[in-house]
C-alpha cells in the first residue's frame, strides 16, 4: 500500500459524458502528478501540482482538466469523452517537486 | 524538449538468465529514477541515482548512471519469475515536468 488513493477504482461511462477521478496523496505529500496509461502502453504525463498550484503540464487534452485543493487531494476531469480516453488513470505524490513518486493503484476508465 | 529513449521494448528470458534495460536521455540529467510495474499493478519506486557514474545494488538487481548523466542501465542477474513486469525509467532534468520511459516488458519462462 502506497498510501495514495485513488476513486473510484472502476468507471464505465459513454461518450460524451464527463467524470471526475479524484486523488488523495500521501500525507505530508505537496505534490501530485496524474498519468494516463493504455492498454500495454507507458505512462503519458498529464499533469502535476504542487501545493495547490499547477506547475508543469504534460500531453492533458484540452477536454482534460485538474485541480489540487486546499487539503491537497485532487481531481481530474475529463469532458466531452472519447472511446479513446479508455485507460488506466494513475496518481501519484511525492514530497518534494522531483521526489520518489508514490502511485495510486488507478482508475481504470472504460468509455463505451 | 527532452527526449527519452528506453530499449528493449520487450524481453524474453528463460528463467536463470541475465537482463538488461537501457534508458537514454538526449539530455543531461539531474537524477534517475526506476520503477517497477507488475502486471495489473501499479509503478512501485525502485531506486534514484543521483552521482556521475554510479552505480547501485538491490540484490540481483543492479542500476548504473552514466559518467556523462544521459544514460542509465538496470541489470538484472539470473532472473526469477518474480521480476516479471515492466520496467520504467523516470529522468528528471531539473524541471517540473516528468517524463516517463516507454518501459521495458519483462517476460520470465520457467
Known amino acids: 500500500d502506497s498510501g495514495v488513493t485513488q476513486t473510484p477504482k472502476h468507471l464505465i461511462t459513454a461518450t460524451g459524458q464527463r467524470v471526475t477521478l479524484r486523488c488523495s496523496p500521501r500525507s505530508g505529500d505537496l505534490s501530485v502528478y496524474w498519468y494516463q496509461q493504455s492498454l500495454d502502453q507507458g505512462l503519458q504525463f498529464l499533469i502535476q501540482y504542487y501545493n495547490g498550484e499547477e506547475r508543469a503540464k504534460g500531453n492533458i487534452l484540452e477536454r482534460f482538466s485538474a485541480q489540487q485543493f486546499p487539503d491537497l487531494h485532487s481531481e481530474l476531469n475529463l469532458s466531452s469523452l472519447e472511446l479513446g480516453d479508455s485507460a488506466l488513470y494513475f496518481c501519484?505524490?511525492?514530497?518534494?517537486?522531483?521526489?520518489?513518486?508514490?502511485f495510486g493503484p488507478g482508475t481504470r476508465l472504460l468509455v463505451l | 524538449g527532452q527526449q527519452v529513449m528506453q530499449i528493449p521494448q520487450y524481453q524474453h528470458v528463460q528463467e536463470g538468465e541475465d537482463f538488461t534495460t537501457y534508458c537514454n536521455s538526449s539530455?543531461?540529467?539531474?537524477?534517475i529514477q526506476w520503477y517497477k510495474q507488475r502486471p495489473g499493478g501499479h509503478p512501485v519506486f525502485l531506486i534514484q541515482?543521483?552521482?556521475?557514474?554510479e552505480v547501485k545494488k538491490q540484490k540481483r538487481l543492479t542500476f548504473q548512471f552514466g559518467e556523462a548523466k544521459k544514460n542509465s542501465s538496470l541489470h538484472i542477474t539470473a532472473t526469477q519469475t518474480t521480476d516479471v513486469g515492466t520496467y520504467f525509467c523516470a529522468p528528471n532534468t531539473g524541471g517540473f515536468k516528468t517524463i516517463f520511459g516507454a518501459g521495458t516488458r519483462l517476460f520470465v519462462k520457467a
Open positions: 501519484a505524490s511525492s514530497v518534494v517537486r522531483e521526489g520518489t513518486q508514490y
Open positions: 539530455t543531461t540529467l539531474s537524477n
Open positions: 541515482l543521483v552521482k556521475s557514474g
